[in-house]
């Protein structure tokens, strides 16, 4: 999977949300931050607890949601409040940001009218800017309804634009008819996608560089099918079942693995070990979890931690890589829930019972792109990648 991310940022009514809906319309992943924060902003979010912290009950209504009127009274006009505003509602922005971008495949925009003044453009492979005339934008703010009065002092606070412009890779200009800036959008788009096909090419490279030829061995052509998803399909695979101590170690699982590959095949290799450790027995069964899957099956194990009164468990997956000249070990780690009833048919294993945290679905119910990026498997390649790119 790769991921372009593009910061599309611009002033008050200066056309960026029609820049972002000729995107969304061409099938990119559009994402607005004055949603994000909306979202932020319900009663018992993050954000209106924030809200309430540093202003007071008074800018929150009946239902404990954040007055957005209220609020743009109290900190438009004020300077020092809208920047410790800022400072607490910024970092929520950008963690709700990865959240909804994780596993995605494609080009992701984030729409967001303060997306430098925030410090979000570091982040981004791409920042585009739409510019307008001071005069035009404030008339169009009106237009809309906008009292010029709250016009005025929205433009004030966001500035001349310098810095924006300064930061951008891309200025899109927005002082002709709307047909211009339609026509702009469509080249932005085809640039956009332009630089996602070169950007996973790159990756597909530097992973096929990173693995030197090494082959995973396995005897469970889903694992197989996995990791091809996450490393491409240029991964090898060589069918075997390897012997397997046993040991409440994963580790030590793994080692044991990847010596006797080591010995029957001789190449660059990656071996795997997944375990999966309940909290209401203190980790166990660890690797021991494939002996029980085959004794009691997935719903046996979830319904014994729901007996045992604390469903909680960390699903683990290490990886091993061997070559000639070094050995490389990565671990990935997913806390969640078991149900005790299972549900879905995709997966493996216990994926049928597993709910990872921030989910209401089993991993067997996920689509690959979201189970790959926060489940313990796809962590553990992410980590092995990373490790034998820096070595």
């Known amino acids: 999977m790769t991921l372009l991310r593009v910061g599309l940022t611009g002033g008050l009514a200066s056309g960026k949300s029609t820049v972002a809906r000729g995107l969304a319309e061409r099938g990119f992943h559009v994402l607005d931050a004055d949603r994000l924060v909306a979202d932020l902003y319900r009663p018992g979010a993050a954000g209106a607890r924030a809200v309430r912290e540093l202003f007071g009950d008074g800018y929150l209504d009946a239902d404990g949601a954040v007055d957005h009127a209220a609020l743009a009274r109290r900190v438009f006009p004020d300077a020092d409040a809208r920047r410790s505003l800022e400072r607490e509602i910024h970092p929520l922005v950008r963690r709700e940001l990865e959240r909804r971008t994780e596993g995605l495949d494609g080009v992701a925009v984030l729409e967001a009218t303060l997306l430098v003044e925030a410090g979000y453009a570091p982040g981004f492979d791409l920042v585009v800017t739409v510019e307008a005339d001071p005069s035009d934008r404030l008339e169009r703010?009106?237009?809309?309804?906008?009292?010029r009065a709250e016009a005025e002092a929205r433009l004030a606070a966001q500035g001349d634009g310098a810095a924006r412009r300064a930061a951008a890779d891309r200025v899109l200009t927005n002082d002709g008819d709307l047909g211009e800036l339609e026509r702009a959008t469509r080249e932005l788009a085809a640039e956009l996608e332009r630089l996602w096909r070169e950007k996973a090419e790159r990756e597909r490279a530097a992973t096929a560089a990173a693995l030197g030829g090494a082959a995973l061995v396995t005897g469970n052509p889903g694992k197989l099918a996995e990791a091809r998803r996450l490393c491409g399909p240029q991964l090898e695979g060589v069918e075997a079942d390897l012997p397997e101590i046993q040991s409440l170690d994963l580790?030590?699982?793994?080692?044991?693995?990847?010596?006797?590959?080591?010995?029957?095949?001789?190449?660059?290799?990656?071996?795997?070990?997944?375990?999966?450790?309940?909290?209401?027995l203190e980790g166990f069964p660890g690797p021991l979890v494939k002996w029980m899957l085959r004794a009691i099956g997935p719903g046996g194990i979830a319904r014994l931690a729901d007996r045992l009164g604390d469903r909680r468990a960390t699903a683990r997956c290490a990886l091993l890589y061997r070559d000639a000249e070094r050995t490389v070990v990565a671990e990935g780690r997913t806390r969640g829930t078991l149900t005790p009833e299972p549900r879905g048919d995709g997966g493996f294993g216990w994926d049928p019972v597993f709910v990872p945290e921030g989910s209401e679905l089993t991993y067997a119910e996920l689509g690959d792109a979201v189970k790959d990026s926060i489940g313990h498997r796809g962590r553990a390649w992410r980590a092995l990648l990373e490790r034998l790119t820096s070595s």
């Open 141 to 147: 703010a009106v237009r809309r309804g906008m009292e």
């Open 251 to 280: 580790l030590e699982v793994l080692s044991a693995k990847a010596d006797e590959a080591w010995r029957r095949l001789g190449r660059p290799l990656v071996v795997e070990e997944t375990g999966l450790e309940l909290d209401a």
